[in-house]
């Protein structure tokens, strides 16, 4: 069966520190990877999609970067982080069908 | 405007109670359409699916209207484990590549 690691759960960063969260997927190969981002109180918001090795497309300018060295693994990173970056980020993943399947979220305050 | 929008609630209902959620969509080029359900401080996880004719899984009847754009949850019978926030979900493909547009969530918040 299909299951997506992400790590870590959570994370207390400073202003201006580096920051890369990964996510895997096993049993499955060629998904459509996706990082999410939800603030506080609000909806998910679409950061990164990936179809596959290599192939990043950004929704949203902002201080974020992603990457797909692998097959299944998606690595979200920033060089400083911002106040702004605080928030619960999620990895998911899909094969084209509509329903994602979401990691378990990294917990993200920068202070 | 947003893409999904939906009343945040809270919803705050005793048990057995039947509680209905709404929420509309602006993109008429939306394909496919979802409920998630969202536990406190984590992931979100698909509820159901939610078809043109109306489908219905146990307690849960999800309706669809394309024409008015239009999407609704009903849950009968409420327990106290279905406290949580109900995500209503599009998904279109756009841009060469499908995704996921997440309205905010309707919390519901069931007591004894």
């Known amino acids: 069966s299909q299951t997506i690691h992400q790590w870590p759960a959570t994370l207390v960063q400073p202003v201006g520190s580096p920051l890369s969260l990964e996510c895997t997927v096993e049993?499955?190969?060629?998904?459509?990877l996706y990082w999410y981002r939800q603030a506080a109180g609000r909806g998910l918001q679409l950061l990164f999609y990936?179809?596959?090795?290599?192939?990043i497309s950004s929704e949203v300018p902002q201080n974020l970067s992603a990457s797909r060295p692998q097959d299944r693994q998606f690595i979200l990173s920033s060089k400083k982080l911002l106040l702004s970056d605080s928030g619960f980020y999620l990895c998911?993943?899909?094969?084209?069908?509509?329903?994602?399947?979401f990691g378990s979220g990294t917990r993200l305050t920068v202070v | 405007r947003k893409e999904v929008e939906q009343d945040p609630g809270p919803f705050n209902v005793p048990e057995g109670a039947t509680v209905a959620f709404n929420c509309t969509y602006s993109?008429?080029?939306?394909?496919?359409f979802f409920w998630y359900r969202q536990d406190c401080r984590k992931e979100p996880k698909l509820l159901m699916s939610?078809?043109?004719s109306g489908n219905e899984d146990g307690r849960f009847t999800a309706q669809l209207n394309r024409a008015s754009q239009y999407i609704s949850l009903l849950i009968r019978d409420s327990k106290l484990s279905d406290s949580a926030t109900y995500l209503c979900?599009?998904?279109?493909?756009?841009?060469?590549?499908?995704?996921?547009?997440f309205g905010a969530g309707t919390r519901l918040a069931v007591h004894p």
């Open positions: 998911a993943w899909s094969q084209g069908t509509g329903g994602y399947t």
């Open positions: 049993g499955t190969s060629n998904p459509n």
């Open positions: 990936s179809v596959g090795i290599g192939q």
């Open positions: 993109n008429s080029a939306s394909q496919s």
């Open positions: 939610v078809y043109s």
């Open positions: 979900v599009v998904w279109m493909f756009s841009g060469g590549y499908n995704k996921l547009i």
